[in-house]
T-cell receptor, first 111, second 112 residues
Framework: NAGVTQTPKFRVLKTGQSMTLLCAQD?????MYWYRQDPGMGLRLIHY???????AKGEVPDGYNVSRLKKQNFLLGLESAAPSQTSVYFC??????????FGPGTRLTVL | RKEVEQDPGPFNVPEGATVAFNCTYS??????FFWYRQDCRKEPKLLMS???SGNEDGRFTAQLNRASQYISLLIRDSKLSDSATYLC?????????????FGAGTQVVVTP
């Protein structure tokens, strides 16, 4: 039982490049979330999903897209990376109200 | 004003001492409250939920004060391993699917 996993762990991009972050959970959770964490700020919700095939915008969705084609996977895409997207990205999952389980994070630097 | 505010610290605590800190939230209709712990460069992990009557989990005690809109965390008999950033988390009343609002965290450093 791996919980929530994220790939890659680290990535450096140049401005304008694209990439996809993968999140996988093996707990059969319905809800999945993507957050970013920046120094001095709390985690901010980018996008979330309440079930397979559904996605919705969170607090800071601009510049990101997501897909939830399978219940266990939640993908976060950056179509044209910008330096402002340099951050640590965390994926999380939950059964609903209550605690969320987080993945180990992806450290992204955009030059 | 941020929805969830915390003193960033650091709170420097001698090993074995007690430390307590608060978190304030702006939405009086917030329904659920949690404390998460985050170690340096690691993911947040759920420490405990906070119930209306207050609750305890070992050396950790959480309290909720709805009138003044704050929650607190008290750590007794601090251990070196308690050094971490503690994140205050609340849910909005309309978010039935578990959306969380995170504070920026309070750093606790336990010293020998």
């Amino acid at each position: 039982n791996a919980g929530v996993t994220q790939t890659p762990k680290f990535r450096v991009l140049k401005t304008g490049q694209s990439m996809t972050l993968l999140c996988a959970q093996d707990m059969n959770h319905e809800y999945m979330y993507w957050y970013r964490q920046d120094p001095g700020m709390g985690l901010r919700l980018i996008h979330y999903s309440v079930g397979e095939g559904t996605t919705a915008k969170g607090e800071v969705p601009d510049g990101y897209n997501v897909s939830r084609l399978k219940k266990q996977n939640f993908l976060l895409g950056l179509e044209s990376a910008a330096p402002s997207q340099t951050s640590v990205y965390f994926c999380a999952s939950s059964l609903g109200l209550g605690g969320q389980y987080f993945g180990p994070g992806t450290r992204l630097t955009v030059l | 004003r941020k929805e969830v505010e915390q003193d960033p610290g650091p709170f420097n605590v001698p090993e074995g001492a007690t430390v307590a800190f608060n978190c304030t939230y702006s939405n009086s209709a917030s329904q659920s409250f949690f404390w998460y712990r985050q170690d340096c460069r690691k993911e947040p992990k759920l420490l405990m939920s906070v119930y209306s009557s207050g609750n305890e989990d070992g050396r950790f005690t959480a309290q909720l004060n709805r009138a003044s809109q704050y929650i607190s965390l008290l750590i007794r008999d601090s251990k070196l391993s308690d050094s971490a950033t503690y994140l205050c988390v609340v849910t909005r009343p309309t978010d039935s699917w578990g959306k969380l609002q995170f504070g920026a965290g309070t750093q606790v450093v336990v010293t020998p």
